[in-house]
């Protein structure tokens, strides 16, 4: 795709990253435990710099599986909580530098009044944000929703999957970390500061974190 993000469109702030990822997992939620430790499905990478993939599928939900991504990297997400609640899953070590897309529009829609293609059906005050919303607030064409639906669904139901739909799995997660790479393209320009970015996305660690073992409560007040 040539709307994907390159080497050459990495603000220069980015160069001292040897590697900048852009990632996806699938998952689906513990059975009784909706709100909790989630259990991994797949994961794609693409690494911008090289232009190369990483693709993992995790057949035994409670397997043991080596982390092939470098932690020191960058890396650029949309909503990040879910795909460290998924690392975390994982017992991997979370990644110390992010950028998260989704914050990032969050903050760049912040108090203005959204058109009527972006307006939610039953909240026209607020804004859509979906991943494939905001490709298209990028300016770029995005999937068909039926395709997602179906493909969460597939995932949502849970291990064992065949060696079919473990393909379309990896296929849909790599379709979404290209939405997410070209959507990175437009909006790395609109971003001011690079440094405050990865600032506000620290707090997706603490936020997967919450998702895992609830809000934080001080016993004694």
């Known amino acids: 795709m040539s709307d994907i993000l390159t080497a050459q469109d990495l603000p220069e702030i980015l160069q001292n990253f040897e590697k900048v990822y852009v990632i996806d997992t699938e998952y689906y939620p513990q059975p009784g435990l909706p709100d909790g430790p989630v259990v991994p499905v797949?994961?794609?990478?693409?690494?911008?710099?090289?232009?190369?993939?990483?693709s993992a599928f995790f057949d035994e939900p409670r397997g043991t599986y080596t982390n092939p991504l470098d932690p020191f990297a960058l890396y650029l997400t949309f909503n990040a909580s879910p795909e460290w609640n998924s690392l975390l899953s994982l017992g991997w070590e979370l990644p110390r530098n992010c950028i998260d897309l989704y914050i990032e529009f969050k903050n760049e829609v912040s108090a203005l009044k959204p058109p009527p293609q972006f307006r939610q059906h039953n909240s026209p005050g607020r804004w859509k944000s979906s991943l494939l919303d905001v490709v298209q607030w990028c300016g770029f064409p995005a999937r068909p929703t039926a395709q997602?639906?179906?493909?969460?669904?597939?995932?949502?139901?849970?291990?064992?999957?065949?060696e079919k739909e473990r393909d379309l799995i990896l296929s849909y997660c790599s379709d979404d970390v290209i939405d997410t790479a070209v959507?990175?393209?437009?909006?790395?320009?609109?971003?001011?500061?690079?440094?405050?970015?990865?600032?506000?996305?620290h707090f997706m660690r603490a936020v997967a974190n919450i998702h895992r073992a609830g809000i934080p409560t001080d016993a004694g007040a």
């Open 42 to 54: 797949a994961l794609q990478a693409y690494e911008v710099r090289a232009g190369t993939w990483t």
């Open 148 to 162: 997602k639906t179906e493909m969460r669904d597939l995932i949502l139901r849970g291990h064992p999957f065949s």
């Open 183 to 201: 959507a990175a393209k437009a909006m790395l320009l609109r971003i001011g500061s690079i440094p405050q970015a990865i600032f506000r996305a």
